[in-house]
Every structure is written in structure tokens, then in C-alpha cells.
Nanobody, 121 residues
């Protein structure tokens, strides 16, 4: 089994910063990608940022230049540094990991429990 533990959400004023963390543990052979999604009330879950084991990153247009994804491959941990936060960034943020549990085995995706980010004055 695989567990994802998220931390770092909270309430912040517009223009402020937050840093989210997500650590994956359990039966993991290789992590192929780790990323963050978010879901605002009444909206579909959307990709925020993703980082692959090959070193590439991808961001939603709405967060480019404000958010930075980074990772510690040795610890199977991913971070999301969020700067210049806006009220429209308010959402539940979910960590996602794409991994293999054995050499040559199938890929699995796991989700964290979600952490609330609220941007409000």
C-alpha cells in the first residue's frame, strides 16, 4: 500500500505565500511523476503543476510565474511554493503520484487527502 501525507495549507491574504508538501511512503519501486491538483467549490479538479522523474515540469497557465514545483526524489517528496496568491487560488489542493510498485510492473496513481488553501483578506 502507498500513503500520501500532505501539509502546508491554510489561510493567507492576497499577495501572500504558502508552501505545500507531500510525502509518499509505502510499497514504492519508482516514482514517475508527482504533482498537485486543485478543486474549487462547484468546479472540476484541475492540474496545477507536475514534476516528472526525468526533470520536466508543467504548470497551469493560471499559476505560471507564481507557483514553483520541486521535489526530493530520495524522499519521494514534492513541494509547491505558491507566491503572489490570489483569491481565485482558493481551493482544496490534492497531491498526486504516478508510481510503480515493482520493476516492470504497472503504473498506479494515488491521491492525497487534500489540504485547504484559502486566499482572503
Amino acid at each position: 500500500q502507498v500513503q500520501l501525507v500532505e501539509s502546508g495549507g491554510g489561510l493567507v491574504q492576497p499577495g501572500g505565500s504558502l508552501r505545500l508538501s507531500c510525502a509518499a511512503s509505502g510499497s514504492i519501486f519508482r516514482v514517475n511523476a508527482m504533482g498537485w491538483y486543485r478543486q474549487a467549490p462547484g468546479k472540476q479538479r484541475e492540474l496545477v503543476a507536475v514534476s516528472t522523474s526525468g526533470g520536466s515540469t508543467n504548470y497551469a497557465d493560471s499559476v505560471k510565474g507564481r507557483f514553483t514545483i520541486s521535489g526530493d526524489n530520495g524522499k519521494n517528496t514534492v513541494y509547491l511554493q505558491m507566491n503572489s496568491l490570489k483569491p481565485e487560488d482558493t481551493a482544496v489542493y490534492y497531491c498526486n503520484v504516478d508510481l510503480q510498485r515493482a520493476p516492470g510492473g504497472p503504473r498506479f496513481r494515488y491521491w492525497g487527502q487534500g489540504t485547504q488553501v484559502t486566499v482572503s483578506s
